[in-house]
């Protein structure tokens, strides 16, 4: 087995970073004429812009990470079994909140809540179920605030209406209702259904690293087959294979890492990571041309080669400006939005379904160009700062 490297800063700051930016991102897609460059590229396009970058990267951060969670269980002599039901309950919750979210983009006008109340007992459900409770608290209280939860959820669910018409783009189905469905599992599902193969194989293997390595090649081999036609056949959960890759490719870069440093130095880390790093980008340009081109929502290899290379390069970066020079201080605006990620994503659900509820809506100013920048820009900041504000009275989600 491995040995488990040490909780990294580093990590935690390229985590909040990527987590800004998803909340920039997200926040960005209610703003007309901003730069292209900015923007999502078009499903039809072969290309990628910036905001094509961040979700991958928090797939690979969430691979680094893997070897840190179920490495330091390991090593505390959990067992098999302990260790399993953590990753399935983890990976259950994301699942659930994805699924949930998915429908919520085609929530219909039918259903007995308005859209902004039912999204805002969704998230407060999950806040109910998923909070990390103090150990100081009643188990009454607490499993009492959970069922609370749960039978929000459970009400939620029943009451449910989607469009027909919009989601299976059927003309004659316009009107018609639907009940929940995964049509697509959302961003929260991808990374549930991802931890879970990511974290089985590690745990199966205890982390090896000749078989996480295996476990990459396979991973890759599929998305590049699937994406180059060259089978015609989807497994189930993984299908292409592309989250999985952008998670394995974490895991393996985590235990590289460990292998790296385990003399006590960081000398080989920014030759070998910057090599590896700037090796991916080149061979996702190289095989650009024989799987689909480059393209997030086609989830090509090219896509995922080359967005892997970013991210080592960042977290090459970050080890030596974090880890090697200590500079955390400078990300301490931040630092909640790494240490308390979920709730931080979770969060803006509150603000949009309160804004629905009333009706809100940006000055015209807020509402494209420059000035939609800037009020993205601050969304993100003042929903890093309730993130923190909630952080220290132990007001966060833990699974």
Known sequence: MMPTPKRQLSIDVLRAIN??????????????????????????????????TIFPLFLFIAGLSIPL???RRLSKGDTFTQIAVYILLRSFALIVMGFFHVNMEEYSKQALLPLGVWEFLLTLS???????????????????LIGVGVAILITLACLYKGDVGGHHHQHDNIG?????????????????????VCGFVYLIFKGNFNAMLIALIVFVAI?????GKWFNFHIWIIKGADSEALMMFGVVISLLYAKLISGGSYKKVGPWFTVIGAGLIGLGFFVRPYTDGISKIRATPAWVFICTGIGVILFVFFIWLVDVKGKQNWFKIIKPAGTSTLTCYLIPY?????????????????NFGVGGIIRSFAVCFIVIFITGFLEKRRLRLKI
């Open 69 to 71: 969670a179920v490495g």
């Open 223 to 227: 998305n590049m087959g699937v994406n």
């Open 19 to 52: 987590m800004f930016f998803m909340i920039f991102v997200n926040d960005l897609s209610g703003v007309r004429d901003v730069p292209k460059w900015i923007d999502h590229v078009k499903a039809w396009e072969d290309g990628m812009h910036f905001a094509d």
């Open 126 to 144: 999950f806040f109910l179920i998923w909070l990390d409770y103090p150990d100081t608290l009643a188990k009454a209280k607490k499993y009492t």
């Open 176 to 196: 018609a209702t639907r009940w929940l469905e995964p049509s697509w599992w959302g961003i929260l599902g991808i990374i549930g259904w991802s931890y879970l």
């Open 350 to 366: 509150f603000q949009v379904a309160i804004f629905t509820m009333i009706g809100f809506d940006y000055p015209h100013i807020f």
